[in-house]
């Protein structure tokens, strides 16, 4: 999934849980069960695992990075999203599992256990559908997801 729909999810989850370490661990939960959701990447990634030069994943993610931050930042400008420390911490549950699978694709030791879980729920169905639809069924629930 997108961190923007993951990110946007956990901040929704913050909105209502207003106990920052509940929102937090709901969020990060949150991260997993969306994920089993076939989102696209599935040809992505495996290109980049069978050609570490091969870029597509990597743009993809520096895009995700990108437009992340302009999202929650016109959602809090807005008030679509109020500030407040659960939210905070259900953005960063909600991001966390991708940033440690990042840590470890760099690193290649750091957060070995969670990204052996991050995989075991991504490739859970085994079945995919093709990016450019998944990024369109992932902003329409965006749309639903901001229009509260
Ligand atoms: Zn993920």
Redesign the pocket.
Known sequence: ?LISV?ATIGAVIGEKIHYSLFAFALAFLS?FIL?IIPHGDKALIKAYRSNFKNKAMLYLIVFDIISTIILLGLMFYFHKLTYSPSVLWGIIGGVL??FM?AVHEISHKHFNRARKA?DFF?EKLNWSIPLNLSLIYQIIILYLLLRH
């Open positions: 999934m993951h991260h994920d599992p991708d699978v991050h991504h």
